[in-house]
Every structure is written in structure tokens, then in C-alpha cells.
Nanobody, 128 residues
Framework: QVQLVESGGGLVQAGGSLRLSCAASGRTFVRYSIGWIMGWFRQAPGKEREFVAAIRWNGDLTSYADSVKGRFTISGDNAKKTVWLQMNSLLPEDTAVYYC?????????????????WGQGTQVTVSS
């Protein structure tokens, strides 16, 4: 099994920054860590879960939703089994629960149903 634990959420004013972390663990993850993709998704109240960003575990490929390009940066450290989402110039519409997700493979996907493992989520609230 794979366990994903997010942290770093909180309350911030519009224009501010937050850095989310996702720590991965589990015997299966360690064994196949080279062939994994990691993603961040978010879900606001009354809305569907939407793609934010994804990264291939070796860090050579990233993908972003248009709504966050230029403001958010996804990165990862294979040795630490951790993925980060640096969020700058935050907007009130970025308010949501942010989820870390993982799946085997090397093709980045923006579809939530492509990811098998999920964290519990961390709340991000941006005030205007």
C-alpha cells in the first residue's frame, strides 16, 4: 500500500503564498518509486475535483492546469519521497481542499480517476 500525507495548508490573504507538502510512504511505493507520477488536485465546496499539477517522479516532466500556470510550481525529491506545491499570487478562487495523489506509470494525467492513491487533503483558504 501507499500512504500520502499532505501538510502546509492554511489561511492566507490574496496575493500571498503557501507551500504544500506531500510525504509518500509504504512498501509498494518504495519498491516502484522510479515509475510513479504524483499529482495535486483540489476541490471547492459544491464543485468537482479538478486537476492542479502533476510531476513524474524523476522530475523530468511537469504539467499544470491553465488556471495556475505561472503561479504554482510542483517539485519533488525522490530521496525524501516528498512532493511540494509552491503556490504564489494566491487568489480567492484558489480556496479549496487540496489533495495529493499518486499512481504507477510515467504518463502525466490530469484526470483524477487515473490516480489510485490519495491523501486526506489539506484546506487552503484565500481571503480577499
Amino acid at each position: 500500500q501507499v500512504q500520502l500525507v499532505e501538510s502546509g495548508g492554511g489561511l492566507v490573504q490574496a496575493g500571498g503564498s503557501l507551500r504544500l507538502s506531500c510525504a509518500a510512504s509504504g512498501r509498494t511505493f518504495v519498491r516502484y518509486s522510479i515509475g510513479w507520477i504524483m499529482g495535486w488536485f483540489r476541490q471547492a465546496p459544491g464543485k468537482e475535483r479538478e486537476f492542479v499539477a502533476a510531476i513524474r517522479w524523476n522530475g523530468d516532466l511537469t504539467s499544470y492546469a491553465d488556471s495556475v500556470k505561472g503561479r504554482f510550481t510542483i517539485s519533488g525529491d525522490n530521496a525524501k519521497k516528498t512532493v511540494w506545491l509552491q503556490m504564489n499570487s494566491l487568489l480567492p478562487e484558489d480556496t479549496a481542499v487540496y489533495y495529493c495523489a499518486a499512481d504507477t506509470g510515467d504518463t502525466l494525467s490530469g484526470n483524477w480517476y487515473s490516480y489510485e492513491f490519495w491523501g486526506q487533503g489539506t484546506q487552503v483558504t484565500v481571503s480577499s
